[in-house]
């Protein structure tokens, strides 16, 4: 259900701009999504489906990128992808490790026309 502020925000923010900007058509959202967000970007999509009739938005598609969390080791300084279920650096072999939790949630970018 968070997914439904999320779409709010995106549709508020991408009808503002098209307004300002006079589109008469938006095809494309582009997101960047952190893999700790736990969003569906179909779930965006449809609630945007749904909020957009009638203006710009109407019919737009959502292009998602997943950015996924790294794991840096406080020994090496190596910083590489989270694996499951793996606590040791795979370069030095410590367990002094930080989870970098990606939580990004960006508009990169609009398609317009």
Excluded: W
Aim: aromatic residues 8%.
């Amino acid at each position: 259900m968070h997914e439904l502020a999320v779409a709010e925000y995106v549709f508020n923010l991408v009808n503002k701009q098209a307004q300002l900007n006079k589109v008469n058509k938006v095809e494309k959202i582009h997101l960047l999504i952190g893999d700790q967000c736990d969003y569906v970007p179909q779930i965006i999509e449809e609630y945007l489906q749904v909020m957009s009739e009638d203006t710009p938005l109407e019919g737009v598609k959502v292009d998602a990128t997943i950015k996924e969390s790294t794991v840096f080791c406080k020994d090496c300084n190596a910083e590489f992808a989270r694996r499951e279920f793996s606590f040791k650096c795979p370069k030095c072999g410590s367990e002094n490790l930080k989870l970098n939790r990606c939580t990004d949630f960006i508009v990169k970018n609009i398609e317009a026309m």
